[in-house]
């Protein structure tokens, strides 16, 4: 089992930043790659970023490609996310989520990530 807490969210203007981190606990940290996903109202969930057990390749969505930047810190037991330049589309529920799998094409679907956080709420302003 691993347990997810995510904090970090708020309310910024367009073109702020924020970061969000999620620590993790119960199973090795370090053994899962570990993924962001956003939902917002209405919508399905989306994919937004994943990296790799070691923290040395991350995948990411296109709309968030060149502004997000997604890290781990495997001593510890934290994801980040560095969201730069946000805009009105970004306001969502931020949820992070941790997969058995190793890093991949699986790693842009919700379906193979078998445990999840709470969520964040990030809400963006124009």
């Known amino acids: 089992q691993v347990q997810l807490v995510e904090s970090g969210g708020g309310l910024v203007q367009a073109g702020a930043s924020l970061r969000l981190s999620c620590a993790a606990s119960g199973r090795s940290f370090s053994t899962n790659t570990m993924g962001w996903f956003r939902q917002a109202p209405g919508k399905e969930r989306e994919f937004v970023a994943a990296?790799?057990?070691?923290?040395?390749?991350?995948y990411y969505a296109d709309s968030v490609k060149g502004r997000f930047t997604i890290s781990r810190d495997n001593a510890k037991n934290t994801l980040y996310l560095q969201m730069n330049s946000l805009k009105p589309e970004g306001t969502a529920v931020y949820y992070c989520a941790a997969s058995e799998l190793r890093l991949g094409m699986t790693s842009y679907s919700d379906k193979n990530y078998a445990y999840w956080g709470q969520g964040t709420q990030v809400t963006v302003s124009s």
């Open positions: 990296i790799g057990r070691f923290g040395g390749t991350a």
